[in-house]
């Protein structure tokens, strides 16, 4: 997937082979939003599922890699590139990264506050690779999409009143050339204004989350 053409005299970041499957659809999240990437292509993305590790080297050579996350995960980038180049020019994109077993918990700062993202639910399993993508719009508001189950918190260490809360957060998906509000997470989806929930089947349903946050003693 490329997002667009380096210019001439800029040092720009493009991965031309590497990992598919699932960690590499969070790989493509954290390397568009934490490293300013224009470019990600895994191996054999377009061989849908036929591609032995072995012929990239990783791992068992029995197993075969499903792209179906990576092609999931393209959409929504396709779909916020936009977005994600502007932001890119100006600083206002990062994204998070946990990796392997050892690795619960990862933090990430993004304007005014730390995005404190750990695993959730049964299904990302010990040792999955999870990523989250967050998009600055406002000072108080962003656009996050992740990959894999996972929660995120969100405080700060600005001046200000010491709490982080949520306001709101609203599910969008992309319907008739624009990205649309569908839910908004009350009550038990958000821990009572205390957490965003991330689920393995965002990808699949093409769902982002926009995010208020708002602080208070």
Request: proline share 5%; glycine share 12%; hydrophobic share 35%.
């Amino acid at each position: 997937m490329n997002l667009r053409s380096g210019q001439a005299g800029t040092r720009v970041l493009t991965i031309p082979e590497t990992q598919g499957g699932a960690a590499g659809a969070a790989n493509a999240l954290y390397v568009f939003g934490r490293l300013s990437a224009i470019g990600f292509s895994p191996f054999g993305v377009d061989d849908q599922g036929n591609t032995p590790l072995d012929l990239v080297g990783i791992t068992n050579p029995n197993e075969r890699v499903d792209n179906s996350s990576v092609s999931q995960v393209y959409a929504i980038l396709s779909r916020l590139a936009p977005m994600i180049l502007e932001k890119q020019e100006v600083g206002s994109i990062t994204a998070v990264l946990i990796e392997g077993e050892a690795q619960r918990a990862a933090r990430v700062y993004i304007g005014d506050y730390t995005a404190n993202m750990t695993r959730a639910g049964s299904g990302s399993g010990a040792g999955s690779r999870l990523a989250a993508m967050f998009i600055q719009t406002g000072p108080n508001e962003f656009i996050v999409c992740g990959s894999g189950d996972a929660q995120i918190a969100f405080s700060s260490d600005k001046p200000g009143p010491p709490i982080v809360g949520i306001q709101s957060i609203d599910e969008e998906v992309f319907e008739n050339g624009a990205w649309s509000p569908r839910r908004r997470m009350n009550g038990d989806e958000n821990s009572q204004g205390q957490s965003l929930r991330l689920s393995a089947t965002d990808l699949a349903q093409g769902r982002v989350y926009r995010v208020r946050l708002y602080r208070y003693r």
